[in-house]
């Protein structure tokens, strides 16, 4: 059974820092892993999407990475700003199908 | 492209009573996935719908049951509510091709509490 496992569950930081979040999954063989933002009460919004191929994505501040084999993605968030204050939560896709592992999430707060 | 619509977006029950949530997802997509969000649990994968059909389950009791109808669009009922049902329940959508390159893509959510 897939595990996902997100390190650490808070953080807080001062504005304009650089800051990385971790993932962990149990079982390597995956189809792609997802990293979503999740406001108060919210839905999901979808940040980024890796596949089990690709070591890495980007898209402005944001830059994910993963390596399959040791089954860890991070999260990496330059120059952040109060804005970015939210929960992240990363997903993995096993297979062909649609279903999602979640992690628990890093709640982030960022400071001005 | 309109987004991910979930309605209602609030709903309140006492326990006994059933329910139906609905989401319309991104035009053009054909698997709808639904989720249970709880402070406990975190998100939890209750179903996935394409083309009609029922192609992934979770591990939810038989209470818990939906269906996807020719437009896509997708209810999920829980019936006999218990106080455990209370959640955040959020709808996915995606493309539903094999492929790999399968992005998903959630609604607002509805927030269910069960008196």
């Known amino acids: 059974k897939q595990e996902v496992t997100q390190i650490p569950a808070a953080l807080s930081v001062p504005e304009g820092e650089n800051l990385v979040l971790n993932c962990s999954f149990t079982?390597?063989?995956?189809?792609?892993l997802q990293w979503f933002r999740q406001d108060p009460g919210k839905g999901l919004t979808s940040l980024l999407l890796i596949q089990s191929s690709q070591r890495e994505q980007t898209s402005g501040r944001l830059n994910a990475s993963l390596d399959k084999s040791s089954g860890r993605s991070t999260l990496y968030i330059a120059a952040s700003q109060p804005g970015d204050s939210a929960t992240y939560l990363c997903?993995?896709?096993?297979?062909?199908?649609?279903?999602?592992?979640f992690g628990g999430g890093t709640r982030l707060m960022v400071k001005p | 492209k309109a987004g991910v619509t979930q309605t209602p977006r609030y709903l309140i029950k006492t326990r006994g009573q059933q329910v139906t949530l609905s989401c319309s997802p991104i035009s053009g997509h054909r698997s709808v996935s639904w989720y249970q969000q709880t402070p406990g649990q975190g998100l939890q994968f209750l179903f996935e719908?394409?083309?009609?059909?029922?192609?992934n389950k979770g591990n939810f009791p038989g209470r818990f049951s939906g269906r996807q109808f020719s437009n896509s669009r997708s209810e999920m009922n829980v019936s006999t509510l218990e106080l455990g049902d209370s959640a955040l329940y959020l709808c996915a959508s995606s493309s539903g091709s094999q492929g790999w390159y399968n992005e998903q893509f959630f609604g607002p959510g509805t927030r269910l509490t069960v008196l």
């Open positions: 079982d390597s063989a995956i189809y792609n």
């Open positions: 997903a993995v896709r096993r297979d062909a199908g649609n279903m999602l592992t």
């Open positions: 719908y394409f083309s009609e059909t029922q192609r």
